[in-house]
């Protein structure tokens, strides 16, 4: 079954513990990115990766980091956690940037931050 | 950076028609216009796209103003399993999606 999958689901930690929110998925897809979703806010973009090796900021980055080296994988670590990172994050793919492409979430992770 | 406005929630009764409308005013020439839907404690759902001309599928109609600066979503006959929080999207060709706030969408039986 072609998905997204995104580890862990739920997470709640303290200011400054460093964690890691990983994304995987098995569609072969070029184009990987991550959004986060706060009430009255929607959906906004803090990082996208066109392929392997290739990431760019999107409109949040701030405090966030992310990494490509595979294609299937884009984790999105944040090395410092502060409390306005509490949020509903989600990943998506598809098969490339442009946007033609349909783009495919994975199930939300929750996290909070202490 | 491109935006897009949506009424914050619309009603509709069960098997009619919903039209949900979406200005985007400043869309550039290669946007491509993307709806998605999100049911509670879910990611977002692919719905429907267009960059010029009307489209069709399964699920409902895009109908896209000829300036590109409004679109509308479709749903033909509203069932209660489209009660839903329903995004327009706009997606370049570059790697940047650009939300809107959504219109929650309850259908009354």
């Known amino acids: 079954e072609a998905q997204v999958t995104q580890n862990p689901r739920y997470l709640i930690t303290v200011t400054g513990k460093k964690l890691t929110v990983t994304c995987s998925q098995n569609?072969?897809?070029?184009?990987m990115s991550w959004y986060r979703q706060d009430p009255g806010l929607g959906l906004r973009q803090i990082y996208y990766?066109?392929?392997?090796?290739?990431?760019d900021k999107g409109d949040v980055p701030e405090g966030y980091k992310v990494s490509r080296k595979e294609k299937r994988n884009f984790p999105l670590i944040l090395e410092s956690p502060s409390p306005n990172q509490t949020s509903l994050y989600f990943c998506?793919?598809?098969?490339?940037?442009?946007?033609?492409?349909?783009?495919?979430f994975g199930e939300g992770s929750r996290l909070t931050v202490l | 950076d491109a935006k897009t406005t949506q009424p914050n929630s619309m009603e509709s009764n069960e098997e009619e028609p919903v039209h949900l409308p979406c200005n985007h005013s400043t869309i550039s020439g290669t946007d491509y216009i993307h709806w998605y839907r999100q049911l509670p404690s879910q990611g977002p759902e692919y719905v429907i796209h267009g960059l010029t001309s009307n489209v069709n599928n399964r699920m409902a109609s895009l109908a896209i103003a000829e300036d590109r600066k409004s679109s509308t979503l479709i749903l033909h006959r509203a069932t209660l399993r489209d009660a839903a929080v329903y995004y327009c999207i706009l997606r370049d060709n570059a790697g940047k999606s650009t939300f809107g706030d959504g219109t929650t969408l309850t259908v009354k039986p």
């Open positions: 569609m072969n897809h070029e184009y």
């Open positions: 998506a793919s598809s098969l490339n940037e442009r946007g033609t492409g349909e783009l495919f």
């Open positions: 990766s066109m392929n392997v090796e290739a990431t």
